[in-house]
């Protein structure tokens, strides 16, 4: 077991729906303490920085116009194994294939707005807290 930290998104579908507390209750009941956290509006610019991976893909334009329609919350997360741990409890990317009890099988509209990002590796998640958070703003 090791202590890890994750980034998460509790996206613009989810917030839409006054669902920030849902999701955060559901990552705390998990064991996840939620140790950096702010609600943004993120820009075109950023939006696209953050997607970069994904740009040669079709759905690229319409995730970064969905991602920049309205807030966000974005979030650090600190446990045993986050980034594990974290993609368990929001189940799959499309929520058609999401386990029950999960973030997207409970919350998800679709597979594009399907309610929270979580990092993929260790080093995805550095990069991606360090994107949106200086070290001031995480209070482990
Ligand atoms: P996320 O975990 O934030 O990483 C990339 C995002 O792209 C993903 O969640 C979805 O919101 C979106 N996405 C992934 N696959 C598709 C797809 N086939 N069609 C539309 N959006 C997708």
Redesign the pocket.
């Known amino acids: 077991m090791t202590m890890q930290r994750t980034f998460s998104i509790i996206k613009p579908d989810a917030t839409r729906r006054n669902l920030t507390g849902a999701i955060n209750s559901k990552i705390e009941a998990s064991g996840l303490r939620i140790i950096g956290q702010k609600r943004i509006h993120m820009s075109d610019r950023e939006a696209r920085e953050f997607?970069a991976i994904?740009a040669e893909r079709p759905?690229y334009n319409?995730?970064v116009s969905f991602m920049t329609s309205g807030p966000v919350v974005v979030q650090v997360l600190e446990g045993q194994n986050a980034i594990t741990a974290y993609r368990e409890v929001m189940g799959s990317?499309n929520p058609s294939e999401a386990a029950d009890g999960t973030i997207r099988k409970e919350f998800a509209e679709s597979?594009?707005a399907?309610s929270v990002?979580g990092s993929d590796s260790i080093e995805n998640a550095a990069i991606e807290i360090s994107y949106f958070f200086t070290d001031e703003e995480i209070v482990g």
């Open positions: 997607y994904h759905f319409d995730l990317t597979i594009e399907n990002h």
